[in-house]
């Protein structure tokens, strides 16, 4: 889904708006995690595993209601300018499989990089309400509310760095910059004791 966004994203928003466009686009998906950690343990300890799916059901159908809104403004803007968007893709500039063996080096590495920051980064926050509950006594909807953090610091940031970014361009030291302070992080937090 992430994919598909940041494509649509890259379509509406040309040049030095783009990095601005998905690092806002970024910022809402976060603050619906940051809503999800808040609101989900709420609902369980409440009134049970049933109201929590039922949350989950109805956030899922806005979803649905604004992808095919989504898609009724872009077709709507493909038809008032037919340059925009697919209809401006010619033969020549279409991706063709063939076209995979022509990436360059720094594509591959910052493919790589990407991914394993999503492999070590995901699995972490998914499991740091458990790791908030054992490791430092959090009831679960404390840890909830502590596991939104990181999602709170990257909704806020998100479109300024974006914005800045766009300015002041060092696109790949500042992802090298991101990956010693994603290490310092995980070093820290598996350093730390156990405490209440």
Not at 118 to 124: A, D, G, H, K
Not at 138 to 154: C, E, R, V
Request: charged share 15%; aromatic share 14%.
């Amino acid at each position: 889904m992430c994919v598909a966004q940041s494509s649509i994203v890259s379509v509406w928003f040309k040049g030095k708006e783009l990095a601005f466009a998905l690092g806002l686009n970024l910022s809402i998906s976060r603050l619906g995690s940051v809503a999800n950690a808040a609101i989900v343990p709420s609902v369980y300890e409440a009134d049970g595993l049933g109201m929590a799916l039922t949350v989950g059901f109805v956030v899922c159908v806005f979803s649905l209601v604004a992808a095919f809104g989504l898609v009724y403004l872009d077709k709507r803007r493909e038809n008032s300018d037919p340059q925009s968007g697919r209809a401006a893709v010619d033969e020549e500039e279409a991706f063709r499989w063939a076209d995979v063996f022509d990436f360059g080096k720094s594509y591959w590495i910052l493919t790589a990089s990407c991914v394993i920051t999503y492999m070590s980064v995901f699995p972490y926050i998914m499991n740091l309400s458990d790791i908030l509950q054992s490791k430092y006594g959090f009831d679960k909807i404390h840890a909830g509310y502590l596991f939104g953090l990181p999602y709170i610091i990257s909704a806020a940031s998100s479109p300024f760095l974006g914005f800045t970014i766009d300015k002041v361009g060092k696109r790949a030291f500042l992802i090298c910059l991101s990956s010693v302070l994603l290490t310092i992080a995980f070093t820290a937090s598996m350093m730390m004791p156990e405490c209440h």
